[in-house]
């Protein structure tokens, strides 16, 4: 019998990953928070639903689309960017307490290294985060809630900075001076290798575990978006050479290897 997945947030790395996993023979439903989106994703063969959770509680057909489902994977963004004051935890509460009323046995919570913070050194997953900004400490909030839930599994999965296709940071730094941080390694990840170690997690059913999706080179910030912006055509930017540079972060996997064997194949 085929495993059912669903994905909640058919975005940018939702939507190639259901293309993925339904290629490999899994059947995929997915939830974006619009109907024109999903409307459109429908006429693409996905099984999508509009699902919207809000502070107040969580709209839409949630028990229909979490109706026999193996594998939830998460990838709803905090949107806590300019300190809007939005409460996340209490968003992702909401949706939590729809699984538990489900029979979803297993979650695969897409997090971010920002969990992390700077300073904090070269880090893997053995390493506790220690968030500073309200943001961060939000999300890191939000993977525990999750990970010590009952009655599920989940996988938390901390992705760096997402790169592929169009998107590439170099293009929002191009022609920008006096930026710190230029001896700061990048933790970067392409698309593909990210759709790789889900699509590893759930082949294996690498439950109940923590992995930091990071490329394990770490080339530094001023010769990585050079570099870059020569091949893209672009204006470098241009770092500050200070004496003591600001506090940074480097981080790396053990779990990818160890656990579920996977081998990045992608450069960044």
């Not at 938390?156 to 170099?170: K, Y």
């Not at 790789?196 to 001023?222: E, R, T």
Request: hydrophobic share 40%; glycine share 10%.
């Amino acid at each position: 019998m085929k495993k059912t997945i669903a994905i909640a947030g058919l975005g940018w790395l939702g939507k190639p990953l259901a293309q993925h996993l339904s290629f490999l023979g899994y059947t995929i439903k997915g939830s974006v928070t619009s109907q024109k989106k999903a409307t459109v994703l429908k006429q693409s063969g996905i099984d999508t639903y509009v699902i919207n959770s809000t502070e107040e509680g969580l709209y839409g057909a949630a028990q229909g689309f979490l109706k026999q489902v193996d594998t939830l994977v998460i990838m709803i963004p905090p949107g806590l960017r300019g300190n809007t004051g939005a409460d996340y935890v209490l968003k992702m509460s909401h949706l939590l307490s729809e699984i538990l009323k489900s029979k979803v046995g297993n979650i695969i919570f897409i997090s971010s290294t920002a969990v992390y913070s700077d300073g904090q050194g070269k880090v893997t997953e053995k390493h506790v985060p220690l968030p500073k900004t309200q943001a961060a400490k939000q999300l890191f909030q939000v993977e525990q809630l999750f990970f010590n839930a009952p009655g599920v599994s989940t996988t938390i999965v901390r992705f760096g900075g997402l790169i592929g296709g169009a998107r590439q940071p170099v293009k929002y730094l191009a022609g920008r001076i006096d930026l710190e941080g230029g001896t700061a390694p990048v933790n970067l990840i392409h698309k593909k290798d990210c759709i790789g170690i889900i699509s590893s997690i759930i082949k294996q059913g690498a439950y109940g575990h923590i992995f930091n999706g990071v490329h394990p080179n770490h080339p530094k910030k001023k010769e990585y978006y050079t570099q870059k912006a020569k091949e893209l055509d672009l204006i470098a930017p241009k770092f500050t050479e200070l004496e003591v540079e600001p506090p940074s972060k480097q981080v790396d996997s053990i779990n990818i290897e160890v656990i579920i064997g996977y081998r990045f194949k992608e450069m960044i």
